[in-house]
C-alpha cells in the first residue's frame, strides 16, 4: 500500500523557518527518488526538490538557497527545511516520488506566509 503522510506545516511571517517531514511506505522509500511538491491557491502542483537514494540533490531556481531538502533512511522519512520564507511560498507542500509514478498523495502540509 502506498502511504505519504506529511506535517510540519504552519503559519509565519516572511523570513521564517519551517520544516516539513513527510514518512513515507518502506518499500517505496527505498526504491524510488523521493520529491517534494507544492500547490499554491489557484495553481498547478509543482516540483519543489527531490533527494536520490545516494543523496544526489535538485532543487527548483526559486527556493535554491533557501530550502534543504534531506532523507533519514531509517525511518523512511523526508524533510524539507525551508528557511527565509517568502509570501510567494504559501502553499500546501507533498511529498511523492519523482518522477510521480504512483496516483496516491497524503493531505500534505499547508504554509502559509504572511505579515
Known amino acids: 500500500q502506498v502511504q505519504f503522510v506529511e506535517s510540519g506545516g504552519g503559519s509565519v511571517q516572511p523570513g521564517g523557518s519551517l520544516r516539513l517531514s513527510c514518512v513515507i511506505s518502506?518499500?517505496?522509500?527505498?526504491?524510488?527518488?523521493m520529491a517534494w511538491y507544492r500547490q499554491a491557491p489557484g495553481k498547478e502542483r509543482d516540483f519543489v526538490a527531490s533527494?536520490?537514494?545516494?543523496?544526489?540533490?535538485y532543487y527548483t531556481n526559486s527556493v535554491r538557497g533557501r530550502f534543504t531538502i534531506s532523507r533519514d533512511s531509517a525511518n523512511n522519512t523526508i524533510y524539507l527545511q525551508m528557511n527565509d520564507l517568502k509570501p510567494e511560498d504559501t502553499a500546501v507542500y507533498y511529498c511523492?516520488?519523482?518522477?510521480?509514478?504512483?496516483?496516491?498523495w497524503g493531505q500534505g502540509a499547508q504554509v502559509t506566509v504572511s505579515l
Open positions: 511523492n516520488t519523482w518522477p510521480l509514478t504512483f496516483d496516491a
Open positions: 518502506g518499500s517505496i522509500f527505498s526504491r524510488y527518488v
Open positions: 533527494t536520490t537514494r545516494s543523496n544526489n540533490i
